[in-house]
């Protein structure tokens, strides 16, 4: 069964420090979203995706946090410089179209010392 | 979007019937009750989701009260491994899931 690949599932650095995750959707999939989920909550979605294009970003911290997907296939998220209250689990989903369920990866675990 | 009120916990004994109840009372015409579910260090899973009547596929059933303000999950027989966060969510459309905190399930041999 095919899945979203995230890299790397585990992520420490220090604050101020840049930091990168990687995402591979599900082949075909044109939507893409990256989630950003705190200990004990819900995931918070940060960025979407359709295609190459930015559908919402609207929670995205863009001073610090910037988001591509050059060609409309694998993602990259980026925070810099990375702050204490970043650490989190950082999740990518994708689905087919914006209309269909969405397919999770396992997500990269942030701490940030 | 509408809110979804979840009780924060349940239990349930393996091989029992999982009933997670969720209250969506502002819900509009035009939304859909969403159920995923998170297993601890996984991302969420899909589980199912209906506008009107009610839906069951291989995974679990959702029964949405006439009304359409408040609907239940049902696992029909859990197994240890539906121990996990289960998250209902009233949405317009797939791709704008608002997460609350969940019901967190655990299944009790």
């Known amino acids: 069964e095919a899945e979203v690949a995230q890299s790397p599932r585990y992520k420490i650095t220090e604050k101020s420090q840049a930091v990168a995750f990687w995402c591979d959707p599900i082949s075909g999939h044109a939507t893409l979203y990256w989630y950003r989920q705190i200990l004990g909550q819900g995931p918070e979605l940060l960025v979407q995706f359709q295609d190459e294009s930015v559908v919402d970003d609207s929670q995205l911290p863009k001073d610090r946090f910037s988001a591509e997907r050059l060609k409309g296939v694998d993602s990259t998220l980026k925070i810099q410089p990375a702050e204490l209250g970043d650490s989190a689990m950082y999740l990518c989903?994708?689905?087919?179209?914006?209309?269909?369920?969405?397919?999770f990866g396992p997500g990269t675990r942030l701490t940030v010392t | 979007d509408a809110k979804t009120t979840q009780p924060p916990s349940m239990d349930c004994a393996e091989g029992r019937a999982a009933n997670l109840p969720c209250n969506h009372s502002t819900i509009s015409g035009n939304e859909y009750v969403y159920w995923y579910r998170q297993i601890h260090s996984q991302g969420p899973q899909y589980i199912i989701h209906g506008l009107k009547n009610n839906e069951t596929n291989e995974m679990a059933s959702l029964i949405i009260t006439e009304d359409r303000k408040s609907s239940t999950l049902i696992l029909p027989h859990a197994t240890l491994r539906d121990t996990a966060v289960y998250y209902c969510?009233?949405?317009?459309?797939?791709?704008?899931?608002?997460f609350g905190q969940g019901t967190r399930l655990t299944i009790n041999p």
């Open positions: 969510i009233v949405t317009m459309g797939a791709q704008k899931l608002v």
């Open positions: 989903a994708s689905s087919f179209e914006r209309t269909d369920e969405q397919y």
